[in-house]
């Protein structure tokens, strides 16, 4: 459900924003045109969650071009991200689901789960040349439910000015080991040694992930060794005062608001925060997310799919095919990873071609592709339930309520309930 990018870095209006010609849920329906129209013309129905990307806006237009190119037009309509899988799920119950839809990645297990999704194979799309990586998230029982149209990520920006002062190469960080040597040697200088966001949402889950997949861990078996031992990290950061205690509380949007006071050496955060760290008032830096015993941690992935709901009329997704192709041409690829400042195309092709406008987002290129999908490993619908168990291990934790341990024990617990 969540899709960082948007997390609580950009607040939204509730609810339905109606940014086509045509108002009113009712006019969503792709149901309006006469069975095999749309192959030569008509009304196409489109619905994503960018509410913030108004008509007139450069992604609104890009929508538009696709349905011209496919000789439709592309009546589009923009919800928040819960919003759209809420009324997705309810369209899909009424027979009015749009002939398109950008789902953030965690959802489109939960719809494909419902029946209500085709399959890129039906669709006849190739995703041959999607990184496996990214694609997994829309994979469902071996079957691939929609094309990643870009992704986001988290890594370790850095203060140069902080690292400089307390003598700290950020060449020299490299595993968990070389890290916390590196806030030892950042607060012995005077200085605040990181900040993340564990807060009791998906974000906390979010965040916690690097590490807990960076020690091996398993999301099948939240109380591990290797899972107790990414929670004793964060919390050992904290009783050793490398960390605030306003962690717990953290989204990552606060996360982002103290690393900008220049106190900190090092903040977890993501693409999203490109172009503010550019503006900082100091210098920054990227350092990758490193894994317990050396190269990167998988990250996991932000981002949405383009999918296509079932519709009635098979004839119908001749054009839809030819939409989503248009979206997911490298060159359309690159233009939305500029829109959203900044998606990494998911091909191979589309961040080469990202790489020769902007050489500096290598760094990101790199962490989305050593990413994750948070279904991915087949968990489908019961990723929710186990990173609520996840996120409420890690507040116990870092409240001192419970020992990493004994929290994620009672986390495994209730993951098994839940999911049983």
């Avoid at 977890?268 to 100091?282: C, I, L, P, R």
């Avoid at 098979?314 to 060159?331: F, L, S």
Wanted: charged fraction near 20%; aromatic fraction near 8%.
């Amino acid at each position: 459900m969540y899709n960082p990018k948007r997390g609580t870095a950009r607040p939204f209006t509730a609810g339905l924003a109606v940014l086509a010609v045509a108002g009113g849920l009712a006019a969503c329906s792709a149901g309006d045109d006469a069975p095999g129209e749309n192959a030569a013309g008509g009304t196409y129905t489109w619905w994503d969650p960018y509410p913030q990307h108004e008509e007139g806006s450069d992604w609104a237009g890009r929508v538009q071009a696709c349905g011209e190119d496919a000789g439709v037009t592309i009546e589009r309509t923009a919800y928040d991200t819960t919003a759209l899988t809420n009324q997705a799920l309810l369209a899909a119950q009424e027979g009015t689901s749009p002939d398109v839809m950008l789902l953030d990645n965690p959802a489109v297990s939960t719809l494909a789960d419902t029946g209500m999704l085709t399959t890129v194979a039906e669709l006849g799309l190739d995703t041959s040349a999607i990184d496996e990586n990214l694609l997994a998230a829309g994979v469902v029982d071996g079957e691939t439910y929609g094309i990643p149209i870009g992704a986001n990520t988290l890594s370790l920006y850095y203060n140069a000015e902080v690292l400089d002062d307390a003598g700290v190469d950020p060449a020299s960080i490299t595993d968990w080991e070389s890290l916390t040597a590196a806030l030892g040697e950042v607060t012995d200088a005077g200085h605040k040694g990181i900040t993340f966001a564990g807060i009791g949402t998906e974000e906390g889950s979010f965040q916690f992930l690097p590490w807990f997949w960076g020690a091996g861990a398993d999301l099948r078996e939240l109380d591990s060794p290797e899972a107790v031992e990414a929670l004793e990290l964060w919390t050992g950061w904290l009783d050793d005062g490398y960390a605030p205690d306003s962690v717990i509380n953290n989204s990552q949007n606060t996360v982002w608001e103290e690393f900008l006071t220049g106190d900190f050496a090092f903040a977890e955060n993501g693409t999203w925060q490109v172009n503010s760290a550019a503006e900082a008032s100091f210098e920054t830096g990227l350092v990758q997310l490193p894994a317990r015993d050396g190269g990167v941690a998988p990250a996991p992935t932000g981002g949405e799919f383009i999918v296509a709901p079932v519709q009635d009329d098979a004839a119908r997704y001749d054009v839809t095919r030819q939409i989503a192709e248009c979206m997911t041409t490298p060159e359309g690829l690159v233009e939305t990873a500029n829109t959203f400042a900044y998606y990494i195309p998911p091909t191979a092709e589309g961040q080469d071609a990202l790489l020769k406008e902007n050489p500096d987002l290598q760094p990101w290129v790199e962490a989305v592709r050593n990413a994750k999908g948070r279904t991915s490993d087949d968990l489908g619908t019961d990723y929710p339930k186990i990173s609520e168990a996840l996120w409420t291990a890690v507040q116990n934790a870092l409240s001192g309520a419970e020992t990493p341990a004994d929290a994620l024990a009672k986390a495994q617990a209730d993951a098994e309930a839940a999911t049983s």
